[in-house]
Structure formats: structure tokens, C-alpha cells
């Protein structure tokens, strides 16, 4: 018997909602540009009105506070989005609907999602990493979505610089973090170009590369995973794939076990719809 | 009713071999230096021999095998220990001794022992990083010895640089990792003397925290443990702590909440005993 679910892939410039079945198939969904809380939160009443949704899934851009013993749990806390700086998202669905939720980021979501229905399928230690208007790591740990203290927040790891690249990056917080240096935003001030309007041999995409397979390396010797996920805008350049292989194998020169680097560092499955397949595959383990 | 327990803390200098109760509690011990695989199995066995133990908690120095449905489980894998590569240090206690064992690493031990009795204690996310001779890190994970595909390795993550700072790292396989250019011998290849040859104004420890405080950054990124504590002869220099909490400070720049630092940062409390106290401990959870 079928249920139905709800799921929100609440990003820092868009909003994904929709309803679904505990399988992660979508019946209908609206997306919006995120604006202020209280418009953007409008939009996805109004829409989830519509249904009756028996849990709902939801994955948020952050920081948010995931720690359900904490008086702000469930608030996204120090994001640079500064209107939504301490909003309580989670206090505002509650207030509005009874049903079971569950909380966590939207790079865990789409972890989830990969786990479940994508390249993740049959693995339980599942990274994912998002490279688009900045860089976020989601993981399974085991087949739940990991915590801590609070979440990862993997696309703020430092890095060592590639040799004659002096570029200050552009990280509000810190500079020439991953995010910094190797999201979007990075590629754009480094080139003048958009990403996609860079030719695949530019000559920005082999620091790309190398940034991203030292990222590769620091999640295998934390983490530990059994597979590297990579989704977000900036990977749609598909001949990053080899070359963070190449890349990663260099710099790990044999001092751990990896897998197959083909099967290891991997582009999305579920391409952009991961998030929201991962949000309504979530709702569905807190089903009663 | 006390059970008898052992516990092996393997390291690669150092053998440490202890029987003991289920809290822990150390009743008799023998310490004697690694040499090959035969001559310290050996000195291994004669010691567990005099005592009917009916379960052992072996916290091993690797990288090891720790996946069970691997061919080689319970082996030392790729180590620089030439001697040691590829032994099936499980296999050989297996054979001998017909109990239940607990397969991890060395670092994992000592996370656990601090986890249970010492600074970790009401916490349930441990990391634990050893700074001696190598750079080693074990993590308890929501009160579990943490492994995904395989266990942490993070001492040998790359560090962004410190300005000025060109010191060429002395890592066999990366160079200037974390292992590379902050354990003991990194300092002793830096400077020319043993670290407690050192002041403890010498502009060496400068480096050394912020290496530390970065390294710190990554895993609070990563794992997002409660509280991070370091062990190893290198942290006797006490002088590091606040230099490493400030910083850690400076580098975080106020993107994620972390804990009051002076109980997030901090110095092992069961000392050198960590490792076997939390090898004992280890060895406890199997008890049928």
C-alpha cells in the first residue's frame, strides 16, 4: 500500500518540493526561487496544502542544527544568506503540520537518495559532494545519514595549494578553503568565464582537478567511504572525471586500499533529481 | 563476577600486552619493542599463555585489514614495516587462542579508552589524534569503534601551508602531509634536536599548532566529533593547547558552532594507558 510523502530540497538559491511514495518516485513537485523566509516557506505551504502527506522529509542548506537536544535545533544557524541567519524552518513546518519529519542537510538527502536508487546502490558508507555555487559533502554512514556533533560541512576543509596558483579565493569565511577555491564562483573569478562557457581543455580545469582529488583524499582517510559521489553544476564537465582519478592516485601514492577509482569517484546517478528522491526516501523511514 | 580479559596495544615501536577486567582495570602487563612479526607474536603468546582470558581486544598500528568479508581481514596491510606488510596478525591469534577478539586500530583503542574512562566520558563522538612518532587518528562514533570501508587514517592529510613555511615534510608517501611535517620526526628534522630538547618558545611550536589547529578544522569539517583530544609524546609540550585553540579559532572564523574550546581541545587524560585501558574495554563487548 502505497503512502504519501513529502519531500523539500531547500537550497540556497532554489527550493524543491514534492510529494511521492516511500520508493522515491515523484507524483508532482514545484520549485521556486528561495527568496526571504517567509515568502519562500508561503510557497511551500501552499503547495504541500494541497496533500495529505504522512511524513516529510526535509534537506536544507546550511549550517543547521541537527542536534535534537539543542534549544535551536532545527534553525539554520550562520549561513552568509543572512535573512535566513537563526530561522527555525523546522519550528515553522511543525507549527503547521502534524506529521513525522525528518531533518537533516540537503548534501545528506541526496546522499540518501544516491544510496538508496543511485550510483550508491548496494554500498553502505556512501560520500556525496556537490560543486556548484559552493561545495557540500553529504554521507551514509553504515546506511544512515551520518552525524556528529552536528553535520559535515566538507566543502570548508583547507588545502594544500597547487604549486604557482596564488589565487586568494573567494570563501566569505575562509578564503582559499575547497569551497574557496574549486566551487562556481571560484571557477568564474579565476577565469571571467562561467564554467560552461570554458572549453573542457582550459587550462583552470587541471587545478580543478587536482583540488578536488586532494578533497577525494581527505575524505578516504576520515571517512573512510566505500564510494565518492560527485553531483552539482560544476561536474556536468565530465573530463573532470579521469583527471581527479589521475590525480588522487598521485597524491594517495599506495598508502590505502581504494576500490576500482572508476567505481570509486563517481559522477551522480540520479543526476539533478538526488535531493529530492533522497527527501522522500527519508520521510519513508519515519513512517509508523 | 570479574571476567578476564586481554588486551594488545600494537603499536610500531612498542608492544604493550595487559590482562584485566571489564572496566578496564589493568591487573598484569608486559611491554617489550616490535621487532619481527615471529620473534613478538611469540612474546605475545608466552604472555597471554599464563592466564585463562576469554576475550581480546587488539588495537593495532596499520593501515590494516578490518573489512570481514575480506580475504585478508585481520592483516597488517601497507606499512612502511616492511617486516610487518601483509602479516595476518589476527590469523596468528586466532590460531592460537580459541576466544572472541576485537580487530581495530591502535588509535581506535585509545579513542575508546578515553571514550569510557577518561577526557571523552558523556560524550558520544570521540576523535582521538596521537602526535608521536607518526600522526594517527581513531574515532568513536555515536559510542562505536567508527570504521567505514576501512578505519581513519588522517594523519596524512595535505595542510595548506603556512606562509614562509617550505620545510619539505618527511612522509615516505606524501611528503608534507600532516605526518609529514608535525610528528616527532618532522620536528627533529626541522629543528636539529627531539622536541623536548626544545624550549617551549621555540618558533618550531608556532608551526606545529597551527598544523595541529588546521588539522583540527578538518575533522570538526568532517567527523563533527564532541571533543578532540590529543595524545602522543609530541603533545607533552602542554604550551600547544592554547596555542592550537586560538588557532583553530582564527581559521574556523565562526562557521560552525563548536564547543567552549578549552573542553573541546584537549590533552588525554588516561595518558599512555589510553590504548590498553581501551583495548581491555574493547575486548569487554564481546563478552557472550
Request: hydrophobic share 40%.
Amino acid at each position: 500500500m502505497a503512502h504519501l510523502l513529502g519531500g523539500i530540497e531547500a537550497g540556497g538559491t532554489k527550493f524543491v518540493c514534492a510529494v511521492g511514495d516511500e520508493d522515491g518516485n515523484v507524483q508532482a513537485r514545484i520549485k521556486f526561487p528561495t527568496t526571504t523566509p517567509e515568502e519562500t516557506i508561503a510557497q511551500v505551504f501552499a503547495f504541500f496544502d494541497q496533500y495529505q502527506i504522512e511524513a516529510l522529509g526535509i534537506g536544507s542548506f546550511g549550517p543547521i542544527d541537527i542536534n535534537p537536544d539543542s534549544a535551536t535545533y532545527g534553525y539554520i544557524t550562520d549561513t552568509p544568506k543572512l535573512a535566513w541567519k537563526n530561522y527555525n524552518f523546522l519550528g515553522a513546518l511543525r507549527d503547521h503540520y502534524q506529521i513525522p519529519f525528518v531533518w537533516t542537510t540537503d548534501v545528506n538527502v541526496a546522499a540518501y537518495g544516491e544510496y538508496k536508487k543511485g550510483a550508491g546502490i548496494g554500498k553502505k558508507n556512501i560520500l556525496y559532494v556537490t560543486v556548484g555555487t559552493g561545495v557540500g559533502v553529504g554521507y551514509i554512514s553504515h546506511g544512515e545519514l551520518y552525524s556528529g556533533r552536528s553535520h559535515p560541512e566538507g566543502g570548508h576543509i583547507l588545502m594544500h595549494r597547487v604549486e604557482g596558483d596564488d589565487f586568494a579565493g573567494v570563501c566569505p569565511y575562509h578564503g582559499d578553503c575547497l569551497e574557496g577555491i574549486a566551487a562556481g564562483p571560484a571557477v568564474e573569478k579565476r577565469t571571467g568565464k562561467k564554467g560552461y562557457e570554458l572549453t573542457p581543455t582550459d587550462d583552470c580545469w587541471q587545478k580543478e582537478a587536482y583540488y578536488l582529488a586532494q578533497a577525494c583524499m581527505t575524505y578516504t582517510l576520515t571517512f573512510s567511504p566505500d564510494i565518492i559521489i560527485f553531483g552539482g553544476g560544476v561536474m556536468k564537465q565530465s573530463q573532470l572525471f579521469p583527471m581527479i582519478r589521475t590525480e588522487f592516485l598521485k597524491l594517495m601514492n599506495d598508502y590505502v586500499r581504494v576500490p576500482d577509482l572508476d567505481q570509486y569517484i563517481v559522477h551522480v546517478a540520479l543526476g539533478d533529481d538526488a535531493g529530492i528522491t533522497g527527501s522522500l526516501l527519508a520521510a519513508a523511514t519515519v513512517l509508523a
